[in-house]
């Protein structure tokens, strides 16, 4: 099986001009916690996680895991994440540059590696740098539970 048989193909993406307030929304909408970040042209340029959202601030610098309840922050919305207040105003910021990724032609069973290894929880999937879908760790069991991926 491959990723082009499995993947997402209604990707909820952002930019890195995008607000946080705005991917806090989209994070809620489709209960996701995760984004691909994408350019005018659709390339892959970053991907952005719950995680980036609570434990990062301006510049993308990783800061102590001392939260508030993350609960209030995604049932309520971020009230003062400006760049003048308590951290980041743009995904841009915040998101991972790096990123993991795969074509559509990966293996299934090569995608479970790599987030078992990277202990990562989405692949973006791309043709060139162009975005064409994503595969969860959920998807991955869905399609074990579909019986799409048989299980030894």
């Not at 209604?10 to 984004?35: M, N, Q, Y």
């Not at 032609?105 to 975005?131: F, N, Q, T, Y």
């Amino acid at each position: 099986m491959r990723a082009a048989d499995i993947m997402t193909k209604d990707v909820a993406t952002v930019s890195p001009e995008t607000r946080v307030e705005e991917l806090c929304d989209l994070f809620r909408e489709r209960k996701i916690t995760g984004a691909p970040v994408v350019d005018a042209e659709g390339c892959l340029v970053g991907i952005v996680s719950k995680d980036d959202v609570v434990f990062r601030r301006r510049g993308g610098e990783s800061v102590p895991r001392q939260t508030p309840d993350i609960r209030s922050l995604f049932s309520s919305g971020f009230v003062g994440f400006d760049a003048g207040h308590d951290g980041a105003a743009t995904v841009g910021l915040i998101m991972s540059r790096t990123v993991i990724s795969a074509a559509e032609d990966a293996s299934v069973a090569e995608l479970c590696r790599i987030m078992w290894e990277k202990r990562i929880h989405r692949i973006p999937i791309v043709r060139g740098a162009v975005l064409v879908g994503i595969i969860s760790a959920l998807d991955i069991c869905k399609a074990v539970m579909d019986g799409a991926i048989p299980v030894r």
